[in-house]
């Protein structure tokens, strides 16, 4: 079974700090991404990364930034947290979507994160 | 705009009472349209991908169909463990990977 793992389940944090959360996968996947869920607005994409080193900006990636040094392990980070970044955030592995495909897509267990 | 809408925004069932999700797209050049679980606090769980018109997937009491400017998930007999929020996504041609997601439908099915 394809394990894609989170750090944390829930984060608390203060505005102002900078945070870290991380996403581990136990496959030799290249693609990797993360998502922001909020309620009314649905799943958007922040950043995602198709292999070590590289990086493309998803449709709300300000205020982040991301870390891809080791092809299991893809990090997103908040520079400075404010309290609009509180949300549901979700690590997935996707397949090469533009071609046909039988992969699987695998989600993260997500991370509750709070910003007071 | 490529978008995607899906409807109703919430369902209440009985159970064994069959019914259908509608998600609808607009988009430029449809690569792939794919349908997810949600449970409550946990992170999608994926069901199906649907490339061209015409093509059906099935899993158990699911059956997800689709069209030129819609898809449909159909849910028979279903059960309340079948409760959950459904999700479609699509995937735009010109796309690197960026999948453009409904709202979701929150099913309830009651015993």
């Known amino acids: 079974d394809v394990k894609v793992t989170q750090s944390s389940r829930y984060l608390v944090k203060r505005t102002g700090e900078k945070v870290f959360l991380e996403c581990v996968q136990d496959?030799?996947?290249?693609?990797m991404f993360w998502y922001r869920q909020d309620p009314g607005l649905g799943l958007r994409l922040i950043y995602f990364s198709y292999d070590v080193k590289m990086k493309e900006k998803g449709d709300i990636p300000e205020g982040y930034s991301v870390s891809r040094e080791k092809k299991e392990r893809f990090s997103l980070i908040l520079e400075s947290a404010s309290t609009n970044q509180t949300s549901m955030y979700l690590c997935?592995?996707?397949?090469?979507?533009?071609?046909?495909?039988?992969?699987?897509?695998?989600f993260g267990p997500g991370t509750r994160l709070t910003v007071l | 705009e490529d978008q995607v809408t899906q409807s109703p925004e919430a369902l209440r069932l009985q159970e064994g009472e069959s019914s259908s999700l509608n998600c609808s797209y607009t988009?430029?050049?449809?690569?792939?349209l794919f349908w997810y679980r949600q449970d409550p606090g946990k992170g999608p769980e994926f069901l199906f991908t649907l490339y061209s018109a015409g093509e059906e997937k099935e899993k158990e009491r699911l059956k997800a169909t689709l069209t030129k400017k819609e898809s449909f998930l159909h849910i028979t007999a279903p059960k309340p463990e079948d409760s959950a929020t459904y999700l479609c996504?699509?995937?735009?041609?010109?796309?690197?990977?960026?999948?453009?997601f409904g709202k979701g439908t929150k099913l309830s099915v009651k015993p």
């Open positions: 496959m030799d996947h290249e693609n």
């Open positions: 997935a592995l996707l397949p090469y979507l533009y071609r046909p495909s039988t992969d699987t897509q695998y």
């Open positions: 996504a699509v995937l735009p041609g010109g796309s690197q990977g960026n999948l453009i």
């Open positions: 988009v430029s050049g449809l690569r792939g």
